[in-house]
T-cell receptor, first 116, second 115 residues
Framework: AQSVTQPDIHITVSEGASLELRCNYS??????LFWYVQSPGQGLQLLLK??????LVQGIKGFEAEFKRSQSSFNLRKPSVHWSDAAEYFC??????????????FGTGTLLAVQP | EAGVAQSPRYKIIEKRQSVAFWCNPI?????LYWYQQILGQGPKLLIQ????????DSQLPKDRFSAERLKGVDSTLKIQPAKLEDSAVYLC?????????????FGQGTRLTVV
């Protein structure tokens, strides 16, 4: 069964420091992978997605993620964190491509706090 | 372009009462999803519509939850009777297609508290 694991429940970084959020997936075929961000009281906003091709994917707000098939990972990175990046981040895998459903299976999320 | 609209934003009910949530997807989006997000967890798909037909409702607790999308546009999700464990944020999302490579756009959600 498909699943997504985000091992870090909560991370605190200083403003200006680099960031890496971990994501591991379990999926039988080539996965479609996503990172979403959720600010308090808001819906989910897509940061970036990986379908195929270049394993380093650029997203919005200066985020990037690297797909590593050998490690079943899709970690999210940002070289310099801004206070406005404080939010909850969700990794997701798209299930059922080409089939009857394209639902997203989400991880449990990582809550990012940014220290001044 | 208007986003996905949901109402109400917040709802507090007592257990065993009924409640309904409304969603208006982005214009032209054929696929509509309802997700349940319990505190501390990631969203979980409850039901997916393609136009007005159900594509996936495998995780919908059908003894108490129902959803409809009669004209292939707006959708309502109903819970009757509600239980304490139904306390969650209910997210509606829409996409123009149902392939996984089409982006799903999410509404702000309805936060339900069952007391």
């Amino acid at each position: 069964a498909q699943s997504v694991t985000q091992p870090d429940i909560h991370i605190t970084v200083s403003e200006g420091a680099s960031l890496e959020l971990r994501c591991n997936y379990s999926y039988g075929a080539t996965p479609y992978l996503f990172w979403y961000v959720q600010s308090p009281g808001q819906g989910l906003q897509l940061l970036l997605k990986y379908f195929s091709g270049d394993t380093l994917v650029q997203g919005i707000k200066g985020f990037e993620a690297e797909f590593k098939r050998s490690q079943s990972s899709f970690n999210l990175r940002k070289p310099s964190v801004h206070w406005s990046d404080a939010a909850e981040y969700f990794c997701a895998v798209g299930a059922g491509y080409g089939g009857a459903t394209n639902k997203l299976i989400f991880g449990t999320g990582t809550l990012l706090a940014v220290q001044p | 372009e208007a986003g996905v609209a949901q109402s109400p934003r917040y709802k507090i009910i007592e257990k065993r009462q009924s409640v309904a949530f409304w969603c208006n997807p982005i214009s032209g989006h054929a696929t509509l999803y309802w997700y349940q997000q319990i505190l501390g967890q990631g969203p979980k798909l409850l039901i997916q519509f393609q136009n007005n037909g159900v594509v996936d409702d495998s995780q919908l607790p059908k003894d108490r939850f129902s959803a409809e999308r009669l004209k292939g546009v707006d959708s309502t999700l109903k819970i009757q009777p509600a239980k304490l464990e139904d306390s969650a944020v209910y997210l509606c999302a829409s996409s123009w297609g149902r392939d996984t490579n089409t982006e799903a756009f999410f509404g702000q959600g309805t936060r339900l508290t069952v007391v």
